[in-house]
């Protein structure tokens, strides 16, 4: 992962890999870098499978999203599109609506595509001679140029005391609302087996808006850490930033006759976990009142804040729906690969 000397952060420690800017030869080789670039691979195949268009829009935009979580702003794209067979009417459809998909969000989102592969006829045969094809699947690489090194965000908590503060569609959502939903998402695979449903449908202009604002608070400084929710939703990605931290989180939900598998593990929205420095609060609401002075609020809810016990803490208006120690999670964590394989290995140092 080590790219020379240059890498900014390692892996698992940030939405987007970064990488510091400077000539490897020559007086400016040594000399400190203050701009680095931000780099990223995103494709939700769940979704692709399901509804190729909006599956591309969303490569786009968690892409932009990722690169925004670490500050930096996104540029370009480069695209990897691998299909099956074009000559069937589904395999045709699959690739058109799927880059219909793309350049949508590639246009709303300011990112030209300058490049890119496309790997087509990607089937097996099976043995009673029937083709097999694969889940469409148009990969993103995104690259974002970071201006200032020293304003990098990671996933992981920083401080116990921080807010925790959810960015993108509320909580407190409409149970008509497209936006976001359990269809295609990684916990209907994983805990029911199944994929199905249409997945969310992607709100360009609430991505643009709340990347722009979570870029500008971070090189402001309002921010200690950023992580979007893309597989698993929002509990798994405040799983994610106490296992990164090794610190706790506590939060409560809001009541409002919402599933409580759609609260926790429903996916879109544009929705981003981020932390708030206990010293940042009324810079951080005043930067919130200046998004929404123009028209419509910025979509901004605080759910909680770090807490320095080793225990993710999630409660619905009060009532307390489950506490898991930091070592529970890291175990099933480092195991997951070894219980695949039935193999029995000593946890991580």
Not at 155 to 160: E, G, I, S
Not at 210 to 236: K, T
Not at 289 to 295: T, V
């Amino acid at each position: 992962h080590q790219v020379q000397a240059n890498t900014v952060l390692l892996p698992g420690g940030a939405d987007a890999a970064v990488v510091r800017l400077r000539p490897q030869r020559g007086e400016g080789a040594m000399a400190p870098a203050s701009r680095g670039v931000a780099a990223v691979v995103d494709c939700p195949n769940r979704w692709v499978a399901l509804d190729p268009e909006r599956g591309g829009m969303a490569a786009v935009a968690e892409a932009a999203r990722n690169l925004s979580c670490v500050g930096a702003e996104p540029l370009a794209v480069s695209d990897n599109l691998n299909f099956a067979s074009p000559e069937t009417p589904t395999g045709y459809w699959q690739l058109a609506m799927a880059c219909r998909g793309l350049a949508e969000a590639c246009l709303a989102l300011d990112t030209p595509v300058t490049g890119g592969n496309v790997s087509l006829y990607n089937e097996t045969r099976l043995p009673d001679g029937r083709l097999q094809p694969i889940h469409p699947t148009p990969v993103v690489g995104m690259v974002g140029l970071v201006h200032d090194l020293s304003q990098v965000r990671g996933l992981a908590w920083r401080q116990a005391g921080d807010a925790i503060w959810l960015l993108g569609v509320s909580l407190q959502l409409e149970p008509a609302d497209e936006r976001v939903s359990l269809a295609g998402s990684s916990y209907l695979e994983v805990i029911h087996g199944q994929l199905t449903g249409r997945p969310p449908l992607v709100d360009l202009a609430l991505e643009a808006r709340v990347q722009a604002f979570l870029r500008q608070a971070i090189s402001n400084d309002l921010i200690a850490s950023a992580h979007d929710l893309s597989d698993g939703g929002l509990a798994v990605a405040a799983a994610e930033g106490c296992l990164a931290a090794g610190l706790g989180a506590e939060l409560d939900l809001p009541a409002g006759g919402e599933r409580l598998d759609r609260l926790l593990f429903a996916e879109g929205g544009g929705r981003i976990l981020v932390s708030v420095p206990s010293q940042q609060s009324d810079a951080w609401q005043d930067a919130l009142d200046l998004a929404g002075a123009g028209g419509a609020a910025l979509p901004a809810q605080r759910l909680g804040q770090v807490l320095a016990e080793a225990e993710l803490r999630i409660s619905l208006a009060g009532s307390s729906l489950l506490r898991l120690p930091i070592a529970a999670m890291a175990a099933s964590y480092e195991q997951a690969i070894p219980r695949r394989l039935g193999a029995d290995m000593p946890p991580a140092a």
